[in-house]
């Protein structure tokens, strides 16, 4: 029997203000395994809230509060297969999604003036889980380049897709921000789990689109090309997007999956 390679995960993350808010409404967290684990494991979330007055940080907080209660300890216990892996996730996002609900009847505040995008990505081993909500992204750079995993959950997807919009649009059109799935807000239709291999040298970028709205994608590819470690990356992608304006919160998670 030929013995799958080793790995090792390597991540990081940071959030930032950014220059043209007043509060940081985005919640970040990268979790690995314990280094004796077999194969290693990593949950990596970004969270962007919605809502004025703090409520969007309240709500993407607690989004990320209610994954770390269930997630990492059964990640880190036992080897789970995929259709339980699955069902894990979407119950940890189901309870997010209801502490931001019970949060907002607990407080009387309206449903829609809080709530959060979601990216809840699992890495184990050489394959990677997905939970997308929102207009938050993943990405994966491997040989043939940076490739967006994810479709934006808004309004102007929905016209990109029906050939209304060019692609180049979503970037100033006054609907850009409409998001049509997210946590809280009566918004959530559907969780979904996706699943893609990885390759041993390909790298993840997980980002609020704080980081995307202002670094278009072949810029971004061009930074997570350079040969340095995921905590290097995420602050010079934070830079990049203050240089191009910082006009919202940045977001930015980075993981290599790298040989043992």
Not at 43 to 65: E, F, R, T, Y
Request: glycine content about 8%; proline content about 5%; aromatic content about 4%.
């Amino acid at each position: 029997m030929v013995s799958s390679p080793r790995i090792r995960i390597e991540a990081a993350a940071d959030t930032d203000q950014g220059l043209e808010r007043h509060i940081n409404q985005d919640a970040v967290y990268v979790w690995t395994s314990s280094p004796e684990f077999e194969p290693p494991r990593a949950l990596l979330i970004v969270a962007d809230g919605m809502g004025g007055h703090q409520k969007g940080g309240i709500a993407s907080q607690l989004a990320v509060d209610k994954l770390l209660e269930i997630l990492p300890a059964e990640l880190e216990s036992k080897k789970i297969n995929d259709d339980a892996l699955e069902l894990l996730m979407t119950q940890a996002v189901q309870g997010a999604n209801e502490a931001i609900n019970n949060f907002a009847v607990d407080n009387e505040i309206d449903p829609h003036d809080i709530g959060t995008t979601l990216e809840c990505v699992v890495v184990d081993g050489t394959y990677a889980y997905i939970v997308h909500i929102g207009d938050s992204r993943v990405y994966l750079l491997g040989k043939d380049g940076l490739k967006r995993i994810t479709r934006d959950h808004t309004a102007t997807a929905e016209m990109v897709d029906a050939g209304i919009l060019d692609p180049e649009e979503i970037y100033t059109h006054p609907q850009r921000n409409i998001l049509t799935q997210a946590l809280g807000g009566n918004l959530l239709s559907e969780i979904k789990v996706s699943k893609f291999k990885l390759l041993i040298g390909e790298r993840i970028l997980v980002c609020s689109d704080g980081l995307w709205g202002m670094v278009r994608d072949p810029a971004l590819e061009r930074i997570l090309l350079w040969a340095s470690p995921p905590h290097i990356l995420v602050d010079e992608l934070i830079v990049a997007a203050n240089q191009a304006g910082g006009q919202d919160n940045i977001s930015v998670v980075v993981c290599d999956i790298l040989p043992g």
